[in-house]
């Protein structure tokens, strides 16, 4: 039976009846062993063969005819037939009934074999023949698949035939008389074999279950794990000491740009994560430097973990996306710089609006020579050099935060160049060069803010070489990070290769009239996007500004 617990549901598999509480799914009690189970299934077989070999063994013993020497038999002639009938029922039984599911075929078979070889115990004259012991063992058998009191009813049907026949073989023999008490405990013992073994197999079965039940909760709570890695961000790797990697989920073949790591040595698939573990080996309290693992990629903060499995000892590494960190100092620098600039023109500005202003008046003086008006010039030119680093810091201050949006960036060149050329004059051209299907999140304005400084610069040096500007804009899909692509190209001198590492610095120009902010804010607004610009010297003279953009499902 099984006790009801509130919250409970009842879960019943062919003769097979067990509680599970909902709340910790702990089986409560199992009152029989299901019959389609493997383990119930391989004690059938087992009872099949022993039954097999016990008719073999009768058959044998009548057929040298050692029965009447080993055997006091009361009916030869019976015993014989006895035991060819056993041996026969019982080939038949393990051919025709191979997997039985149903209750009934089981019991059937058992109380066919109690019965027959309480007909041999007769046969072969009671209690001295020993037989009755082969009662006892049919008997424990049948209760480990026949629970409850089916199975006792097994054991009842055992005790009364030895008692009855007993009794029955007393009438014809008067010596059997004595065998009673012998009778009574082989009796006993049927029914205290069937209550052991009922307990014993129950005890067993619960084992069984509650490990099953545990084997399946550590199975789904590793499925789960497996699931939190593989949609983690973090990139996580297991390595061995030969640096091959035995487990890496989803972001790490993402950060790393390659689809399938598992198995392969790290050496020559990340060679900056691998200098960086080495660092950090030689000195573990060395916090290492952020790594780009792929071109074009964001960068990385890989940290170092060991694990001690075994006597084996391998590394767990971690690889965080600072591109999100970084986006978030850098709002606090411009939020710092706001405050700065907010001063800047204050104290700033007011006196330079007043130095500019006489200037203004002095150029109205007629009184001044040539000399004198070239120096009012200087200083109108420098008033609006200086007035335009402080718009130009302002701007960069003030700037709002992105507000990135689904661009096809097809669509969206094409137009751009459109309205772009209608400012420009004849001596200055924009070629587009685009591929379909490019699709990114980015804020428009910010966007436009910087592809009109790239362009505009790329237009000026283009004329310092050329007797007109141009400027080529080619877009397309990078085929080893699949991310889109724009660059713009120019041919004028191109930067000195001295000069690279610095043209992102703010207030970094080669230009006499230049405040070196216009690249500096460029990059920022591409990075507030997940963006990156980076310079590339061009083939034959040039220069290439490559705008790398995000996936469109990495910013939200």
Known sequence: MCRRVSPCSRISTGTARSCICAKDRNPVSVDALPLGSEQSQRILRLYNLYRLIIGLALVLLISSELDDQLLEIANTQLFR??????????????????????LAPVFSLALFDVLLLAGLFYAAGGTPS????????????????????????????????????????????????????????????????????QGLSRRLQL????????????????????????RMRTGILVLNTQRRVLLANQGAQTLIGAD????????????????????????????????????????????????????????????????QIAQQAQQLKLAALGRLTAGIAHEIRNPLGAISHAAQLLQE????????????????????????????????????????????????LHRFAGEFRNTLPNTQQVHVETGGGLQTRMDPNQLTQVLTNLVQNGLRYSAQRNPYGQVWLRLYRDASSDLPVLEVLDDGPGVPAEQVQHIFEPFYTTENKGTGLGLYISRELCESNQARLDYQPREGGGS?????????????
């Open 81 to 102: 037939y006895g035991s060819w009938l056993y041996l026969i029922v019982n080939l038949l039984v393990i051919t025709l009934m191979q997997r039985p599911r149903r």
């Open 130 to 197: 020993g037989l009755g012991n082969l009662l006892i063992v049919a008997v424990a058998i049948a209760n480990i698949l026949l629970r409850g009191r089916i199975g006792l009813l097994i054991a009842a049907v055992a005790a009364i035939s030895l008692i009855y026949l007993t009794f029955y073989l007393s009438l014809s023999r008067p010596a059997a008389a004595a065998q009673y008490v012998q009778a009574g405990a082989l009796g006993a013992l049927c029914f205290a074999a069937a209550i052991f073994v």
């Open 207 to 230: 084992s069984e279950t509650l490990a099953e039940q545990r084997a399946a909760d550590v199975a789904n709570l590793e499925a789960l794990n497996a699931q939190i890695l593989q």
């Open 260 to 323: 399938a790591l598992a198995g392969q040595v790290i050496d020559p698939i990340a060679p900056p994560l691998v200098e960086r573990l080495a660092q950090w080996r030689d000195n573990p309290a060395l916090r290492p430097s952020s790594v780009q693992l792929q071109e074009g990629g964001p960068a990385v903060q890989p940290s170092f973990v060991p694990l001690q499995r075994g006597e084996q000892q391998h590394t767990l590494v971690f690889l965080d996306d600072i591109s």
């Open 365 to 412: 003086s007629e009184d001044l020579q040539g000399p004198d008006q070239r120096l009012l010039q200087i200083i109108q030119d420098h008033s609006r050099r200086m007035n335009l680093v402080i718009e130009n810091v302002l701007q960069l201050s003030r700037r709002r935060q992105a507000e990135p949006q689904l661009l096809d960036l097809k669509y969206w």
């Open 544 to 556: 290439c500004f490559r705008i790398i953009f995000a996936h469109p499902r990495k910013l939200s």
